[in-house]
């Protein structure tokens, strides 16, 4: 159990001191206020409705994923129906449709290519995690 926390508490210090360097760096290369971590701000009512929709749809297919694998007795033949994958594709989606209406509203396009920059350095930190063998050792 001990050796679980300490590698948790390890995945979770590694990817908090990338995560600040990577926002102090970007942010300061592209001239935009630096965010906090999990930022969750939305721009307009027109963001904000459109992630709710996402995230409402998120829940629908984790519970249709949920009773898809109970009824073919978890079979690992769909992959795309796991909870990492479909968690996965919603937040590109969240944040592809942040960028999106950032785009839209700004003129100023930096805030838009941060999100997609934010959102590509989140995508490779933990698909470095979850490919490497860090979890059976």
Do not use: C, Q
Not at 96 to 117: A, G, H
């Amino acid at each position: 159990m001990t050796t679980l926390l300490l590698k948790v508490l390890l995945i979770l210090g590694i990817y908090a001191i990338l995560d600040t360097f990577f926002h102090r760096v970007t942010s300061k290369r592209l001239g935009v206020k630096r965010r906090s971590f999990f930022s969750s701000e939305t721009v307009n009512d027109h963001h904000e409705r459109g992630d709710k929709l996402l995230s409402y749809l998120t829940l629908l297919v984790l519970l249709a994923g949920f009773i898809f694998h109970v009824v073919t007795d978890f079979d690992s033949e769909y992959w795309f129906f796991h909870p990492y994958f479909i968690v996965a594709i919603f937040y590109v989606a969240r944040n592809l449709w942040k960028s999106f209406v950032e785009n839209k509203v700004f003129s100023d396009k930096r805030e838009s290519i941060y999100t997609l920059m934010e959102t590509g350095m989140n995508i490779l930190l933990f698909t470095a995690l979850f490919t490497s063998g860090f979890w059976f050792f």
